[in-house]
Structures are given as structure tokens and as C-alpha cells.
């Protein structure tokens, strides 16, 4: 079966604000590619890498869906799932560039299930949602909100689709505040992003 990942990629430099405070524009810049390679790695050899986004990233062996400009976390995905079924896609699964805790076992996982399942979703920690894996790509349309998760599920359950929730501490944890980074700190290390990081620790925690 061909799957895409889909992963959209704000511009480095631009993202991460709310970590201005502790890390200055190149180093957010820095931080941003290095959790982009984790969840690269995890995906690699399973399934189509394809990063959508207006930012001049090149990265090998990735689709390259280029935005001309920044349209929102919802217009990426939906033009991802364009591209992937143009390129023969027979499932999709959204993956956020933030959650460098993700590991090839989470994305084997997702695989193996959606054998059973047409849609698998997995709840963030703040009231978002995760990974959606969905076969086919166009079996649902999705709005990215504080609420995406139980819109998800509703819209599920209205058309009678079978679906899995898929509940990990490892793939809900993304990095947008000082406590993610500090919380990450217990659990990331060997990824691209702790070494990253752990230049910085003393920023963000005191000794």
C-alpha cells in the first residue's frame, strides 16, 4: 500500500514565538529542523515523506509540496492530500513536524492498524489532535482547531466509519512552550532535537 505522510512545515525562522523568550530567531530556526529530522527518521523506509510548505527547504528523498505563500495548518493538508492521490496516495497520514518523541514503532503501529481501520487518530495533550491516518486520503475533510479531535470523532461516528483512537504520551508531546522543552528533556534523549537542545538547557531550566 502507498502512504503519504503528510507534513507541513511553517518557515523555521518564523516559528516557535512563544519560545522567543529563551531561543532567538536562528535558534528556533535550528530547533525546527532538527525535530523535522526526528520525525523524518521515524518515518523513513515506511511510508512517502511529503513536506508542504512556503519555506526553502530541500530535504533528501522528500516530496517537496511548495506553498507559494504560508495558507494555515488546514489549507496544507488539504493540498497535501491532493498531491499524494495525484501520486498515487491509497492512505494518508498527517503527522506534525513538532513531535520529535515519535519513533519508527509509533508509525509501524499506525500501519498495522490501518489494515482494520479507515481512520486512526491520536489525541495532543492540549485539546488538538495528533496523527490522523486515513485510507483513503479523501475519506474525510479536516478543520485544524482547539477541537479538531472530538470534531474528528463526531464526523466519524455521523457516516458510521470505523475508527481507532491511538493514545501515546510519545506522539502527543509537541514543543511550543519552555514547560514542553523542560518536559522533553526527561524523555528525548538520543533524538536530534535533545542534542539540539541540551546547548540551551541552562535557558530554560536553573541549576
Same mark, same amino acid.
Not at 45 to 50: D, H, K
Not at 58 to 65: D, R, S
Not at 72 to 81: F, I, P, R, S, Y
Given at each position: 500500500m502507498i502512504i503519504f505522510a =503528510?507534513?507541513?512545515v511553517k518557515e523555521p525562522g518564523k516559528s516557535k514565538t512563544r519560545l522567543s523568550p529563551y531561543l532567538n530567531r536562528e535558534e528556533r530556526s535550528g530547533l525546527v529542523k532538527a525535530? =523535522?529530522?526526528d520525525v523524518l527518521n521515524a518515518l523513513n $523506509? @515506511? /511510508? /512517502?515523506? @511529503?513536506i508542504i510548505t512556503s519555506a526553502d527547504i530541500? /530535504?533528501? $528523498?522528500?516530496? +517537496? =509540496?511548495k506553498e507559494e505563500k504560508s495558507q $494555515? =495548518?488546514?489549507? #496544507? /493538508?488539504?493540498?497535501?492530500?491532493k498531491y499524494a492521490l495525484e501520486h498515487g496516495a491509497e492512505a494518508t497520514v498527517f503527522v506534525? #513536524?513538532?513531535t520529535p518523541l515519535i519513533n519508527r514503532r509509533h508509525?509501524?503501529?499506525? +500501519?498495522? @492498524? $490501518?489494515?482494520k481501520h479507515m481512520l486512526i487518530i491520536s489525541p495532543a495533550r492540549k485539546g488538538g489532535v495528533g496523527i490522523i491516518y486515513k485510507r483513503p486520503p479523501d475519506l474525510l475533510s479536516e478543520h485544524f482547531s482547539s477541537t479538531t479531535f472530538p470534531d474528528i470523532i463526531n464526523m466519524a461516528e455521523r457516516r458510521g466509519l470505523r475508527y481507532?483512537?491511538?493514545d501515546s504520551f510519545y506522539v502527543s508531546l509537541d514543543i511550543d512552550k519552555k514547560e514542553d522543552v523542560i518536559e522533553f528533556f526527561h524523555y528525548g534523549k538520543g533524538t536530534a532535537t535533545y542534542t539540539f537542545l541540551e546547548k540551551f538547557r541552562h535557558r530554560f531550566i536553573k541549576e
Open positions: =503528510l507534513i507541513p525535530m =523535522l529530522s $523506509g @515506511l /511510508v /512517502v515523506p @511529503l530541500e /530535504v533528501k $528523498g522528500c516530496h +517537496i =509540496l $494555515g =495548518l488546514t489549507q #496544507a /493538508v488539504e493540498e497535501g492530500k506534525p #513536524a513538532d508509525i509501524e503501529d499506525i +500501519i498495522s @492498524l $490501518g489494515r481507532y483512537i491511538y
